[in-house]
């Protein structure tokens, strides 16, 4: 049912209620208008603080009243709710006055209530767009403040973009599709000689999206200070994500731990993409691992653990899908033949200049086409330990 008009007129004369009740009976019935009714400034004042009104009607010329300054003070404190007056002919002079000071519209005493009629429909229409834009606004600014929290929310979770120390040269950066991204990355040291990797995306978008990555991320570098081997971390993140996750979110990961002690690195999947392995003479290639399953999704799931063992001067770099599945004009994907091509061409860069370099050539290959998902890399390039007594922490 259509909510009633609500109009509050304002005259002195004592017949006036009765008159417009009677004019408008039908509209009354039927729930089109609902009129209120006062007989000076202050009832005016009192009632509008406590509800609120889509039409003012006023005579202008009420007794003890400056109807000027009133209409435009009501246009100030009420912009959604719009004036109209009633001015008998011979005051033109005041009745253009009050239109300069906000009255919407008006009609000329003896009232011709077909043409009150139509003036109060017009107006009622110009009221409703008024309170639809009105709406709107509102719920742009909600998108706008949630984005805009979800933004320094993703932002304050990473870790930065590089580190160098050490074996290890690391760069990691994250382009995403819209202001707020549902991939993250993490990197962080275990102890003198172990450097925990994470890359990973969130199913889903915004505030709910970026608070699950932030719990996810949590769980994961807090469950890699009990727990050595990454499949039982990623074992107990999971349960914990599944007890606790009221929503359908999931997130894909990949979890590495690199020893610069045995110049290894073991590292478990939870449904992501498989880490690139850059070797400087043999080129590049991605790891074998069992694909394993998302987190947050089956409570009882086993992920396993996998060994790579590290040659001099390799690089690994671990990336979301937004890098193989990114696509061009013609709907073709940048897939993994282009994408390991670009790595073999470029197979002596540095993490930061490898990582510019794919972004471009990604940029490059799409176009004009916008992009449809984040694009997440980590790249660590390892260089075989010469010092024993360097300092990792």
Request: hydrophobic fraction near 40%.
């Amino acid at each position: 049912m259509a909510t009633a008009a609500k109009i509050l007129v304002l005259d002195d004369e004592e017949d006036t209620q009765d008159l417009f009740q009677q004019k408008f009976r039908h509209k009354i019935t039927d729930n089109t208008y609902e009129f209120s009714f006062t007989i000076n400034q202050e009832n005016t004042l009192n009632l509008l603080k406590q509800r609120a009104f889509d039409i003012f009607v006023s005579d202008i010329n009420v007794a003890g009243m400056d109807g000027i300054s009133f209409i435009a003070q009501l246009r100030r404190e009420y912009p959604l709710m719009k004036s109209i007056v009633i001015s008998a002919y011979g005051d033109m002079n005041t009745l253009r006055a009050v239109m300069r000071g906000g009255a919407h519209d008006f009609v000329i005493k003896p009232i011709d209530f077909k043409d009150f009629s139509d003036t109060l429909e017009k107006t009622i229409n110009v009221v409703k767009q008024l309170q639809q834009s009105e709406a709107a606004s509102k719920r742009l600014s909600a998108i706008s403040d949630e984005l805009d929290v979800s933004a320094k929310l993703q932002k304050s979770m990473l870790p930065g973009n590089m580190l160098k120390k050490g074996s290890v040269e690391l760069w990691a950066d994250t382009v995403p599709a819209a202001e707020v991204g549902g991939d993250f990355y993490d990197f962080f040291w275990l102890s003198e000689t172990k450097l925990g990797l994470v890359m990973a995306d969130v199913s889903g978008k915004n505030v709910s999206a970026a608070m699950f990555a932030l719990i996810g991320k949590t769980l994961i570098k807090s469950f890699s200070k009990v727990y050595s081997s990454p499949a039982e971390c990623f074992k107990n993140v999971n349960k914990t994500l599944c007890s606790e996750n009221v929503t359908t979110m999931f997130i894909t990961a990949m979890y590495g731990i690199v020893d610069t002690e045995k110049n290894e690195m073991i590292y478990t999947n939870a449904g992501h993409l498989p880490i690139a392995v850059i070797n400087p003479i043999h080129g590049p290639k991605f790891l074998e691992c069992d694909p394993g399953m998302a987190l947050g999704i089956w409570e009882d799931t086993e992920f396993s653990d996998n060994v790579h063992s590290f040659s001099p001067g390799e690089a690994i770099l671990l990336y979301t899908d937004g890098v193989p599945e990114a696509t061009g004009k013609n709907g073709e994907e940048y897939g993994n033949d282009r994408f390991g091509e670009l790595l073999r061409q470029n197979m002596k860069m540095s993490p930061n200049l490898l990582t510019q370099t794919l972004i471009a050539s990604i940029k490059e290959f799409a176009g004009d086409v916008p992009q449809s998902d984040d694009i997440t890399t980590l790249c660590l390039k390892y260089r075989l330990r010469i010092n024993p007594n360097a300092d990792y922490s």
